[in-house]
């Protein structure tokens, strides 16, 4: 179902972003916070209409780059 992917990809966002507290992950904290909001906004899920999957590849490739230090191999696999 690609409405519970993005919703996925969203929740390992903000996971994401919860987990950058240094000063020097601030501004990658930021950055990652505007990607989850809006990667789960109501405009961007209209915008997608047919192209829906698609979009969860960019989205599942901009995590995939991020270093998941909180982010295990079970979690994952939910």
Known sequence: ???RKQERAVG????YQANLTSPEEQALKTSVGKVSDIFGSQLFQALLGKRHTASLGVAERFISRLQPRFITSEFLSK
């Open 12 to 15: 390992l966002l903000r996971q």
């Open 1 to 3: 179902d690609p409405s």
